[in-house]
């Protein structure tokens, strides 16, 4: 069973950076499309970002579109969410998911992790 452990969450001023961690256990990294959402308290989980399991293709909300990059380390079968020049929007749990797929017109994942809690101050 696929299991996911994010870190790296925090306190941080507006523009700066913050990398988030997603170990994963029970499954490889390298055969599952990997993704990162977030939530907001009293709102919907978004998409953030998604790597395609096979050719390495990458996925972006338009919110942060270079500003964060997803990468994966198929050896340590981690994947990452460096997020630069954070604004106070980007507020939010962060939940890492496997198996992530489409459906109609949602985006679903087969496998969340707990989250981690990062906090933009202006």
């Known amino acids: 069973q696929v299991q996911l452990a994010e870190s790296g969450g925090g306190l941080v001023q507006a523009g700066s950076s913050l990398r988030l961690s997603c170990a994963v256990s029970?499954?490889?990294?390298?055969?599952?499309?990997m993704g990162w959402f977030r939530q907001v308290p009293g709102k919907e989980r978004e998409f953030v970002a998604a790597?395609?399991?096979?050719?390495?293709?990458?996925y972006y909300a338009d919110s942060v579109k270079g500003r964060f990059t997803m990468s994966r380390d198929n050896a340590k079968n981690t994947v990452h969410l460096q997020m630069n020049n954070l604004k106070p929007e980007d507020t939010a749990i962060y939940y890492c998911?496997?198996?992530?797929?489409?459906?109609?017109?949602?985006?679903?994942?087969?496998?969340w992790g707990q989250g981690t809690k990062v906090t933009v101050s202006s």
């Open positions: 029970g499954g490889a990294v390298a055969r599952n499309a």
């Open positions: 998911a496997s198996g992530v797929h489409r459906s109609g017109t949602s985006l679903l994942a087969d496998v």
């Open positions: 790597l395609a399991w096979s050719g390495g293709n990458s």
